[in-house]
């Protein structure tokens, strides 16, 4: 048989994802079927689920890749339209062997993508190019399979709104013209409370803004909108609706590890002593809250794919990141639904007293940099993270290595990670005071430096 080739930037730590036309086709996608499929049928499955977002090229590669696993012999489960969580949901509502996301995530439009699960686990790292192997040898199984179209909408929202505790609050809700908006739409219906959804239409264009809710400048709608209508809060969605964002009712972000916190001040009385997981990216005062709360803070490396199997390992009911992939294993499936993280931390904050903004005034105050993502070339990202790490551990710096280098200072933490998802290196700095910041930064900017790589300008 004939071997494929995918483009060697496509197959990801945790997905495959590339720019649609340039580094990733509508024939990658059918030999990626053809690849998976013939994993699953290897592995003793019969059959998987198929999802795809609204972005404009998503309708043709979902076609086209579910075409390739129907060719070895498996069953698809066409869920259709929806977000990623959803796709997830379908794989355990409907018991199937695993499942395909078509999606680019929180990507430009130009970009799409595969995220996977072979079996009720993610499929990543190996994984994913052991798919690439079995491409580029043309080693596929063949047999008759079939598609068929599956809905489970009404079931995903019913499975959302059960573990709703009942609080009324004023929500302002922001899909981002990404895939999650009918569901959020359908949700709030059922809801107490008002509630205000804006961009609820899926547009693969995303007319509005950019789907990323971790980039403050994507929030600038959302906080006029809960301005204007005197909401207790916004919650805002990535262009797949596996990622979260929030804003307190006087508008201040309320950052990922900030909301892992007051999540965690929640679940820890219900199971006292449970470990939590979070990335390297989140701040010291969340690991320290955890502790305070009588949890197990657990460090671990940035990915969704990675956090969920730690938290398999470990038996974890809460991790979360940065970036606002928020994972419940406690109730639900351990996979990371941003509409039903959005459900559970309204819980936790009127289990908390029911105030956002007071909720946000009562953690520790550090100061930190945002998340500093700036460019470095595919091929040398990761070059420059290692050199960067043996060079401090010939000075013998206190730092972790779960993920890149996160170095301890008297001062604070400074972070130093390549990115698995695009061709950049991610940086943070966080101290307890400003002259702290500024000397971690200098700390980082140096170390860059002696890897001949310039420091962004907002370091």
Known sequence: MTGHFFHHTVLREYDVRGIVG?????????????????????????????????????????????????????????????????????VFELDTDGGVMVTGSHNPPNYNGFKMMMGKKPCFGDAIQALGKTANEGDFEVGEGSIAQEDVFDRYIDRLERDYEGASFKVAWDPANGAAGPAIEALVKRLPGEHIVINAEVD???????????????????????????????????????????????????????????????????????????????????FDRIAELGGEPIMWKTGHSLIKSKMVELGAPLAGEMSGHIFYKHKFY?????????????????????????????????????????????????????????????EGAD????????????????????????AVLVARCEASTDE???????????????SGVEAPADL
């Not at 693969?204 to 980039?215: I, K, L, Q």
């Not at 890149?404 to 972070?415: I, K, M, Y």
């Not at 980082?444 to 430096?449: N, S």
Request: proline share 3%; charged share 25%; aromatic share 6%.
């Open 204 to 286: 693969g264009t995303f007319p509005n803004h950019h789907a990323d809710p971790t980039v403050e400048e994507n929030l600038e709608q959302l906080k006029e909108v809960v301005a204007k209508h005197g909401c207790d809060i916004g919650l805002s969605f990535d262009g797949d609706g596996d990622r979260i964002g929030a804003i307190d009712g006087q508008g201040r972000v309320v950052w990922g590890d900030q909301m892992l916190a007051i999540m965690a001040g929640d679940l820890l009385k219900e199971l006292p002593g449970a470990p939590i997981i979070a990335d390297v990216k989140a701040s010291q005062a969340l």
């Open 334 to 394: 351990g996979h990371d639904d941003a509409i039903y993280a959005g459900l559970r931390f309204l819980n936790a904050i009127a289990k908390q007293g029911g105030d956002l903004s007071a909720l946000k005034d009562g953690l520790p105050a550090a100061i930190n940099t945002p998340e500093l993502r700036f460019d470095c070339d595919e091929d040398r990202k990761f070059e420059v993270v290692k050199e960067v790490k043996a060079r401090l551990e010939a």
């Open 436 to 450: 702290g910041l500024v000397r971690l930064k200098q700390a980082l900017v140096a170390a860059l430096a002696k």
């Open 22 to 90: 340039e580094t990733l086709h509508a024939e990658d996608a059918y030999v990626l079927g053809r690849a998976f499929g013939t994993h699953v049928r290897r592995a003793g499955g019969t059959k998987v689920c198929v999802g795809y977002d609204g972005r404009v090229s998503s309708p043709e590669l979902s076609t086209r890749l579910m075409e390739g696993i129907a060719s070895t012999g498996i069953h698809v489960l066409n869920v259709g339209l929806g977000a990623t969580p959803m796709l997830y949901y379908s």
């Open 399 to 422: 730092m972790s290595t779960v993920d890149g280098v996160r170095v301890q200072t008297a001062d604070g933490w400074w972070l130093l990670r390549a990115s698995n998802t695009q």
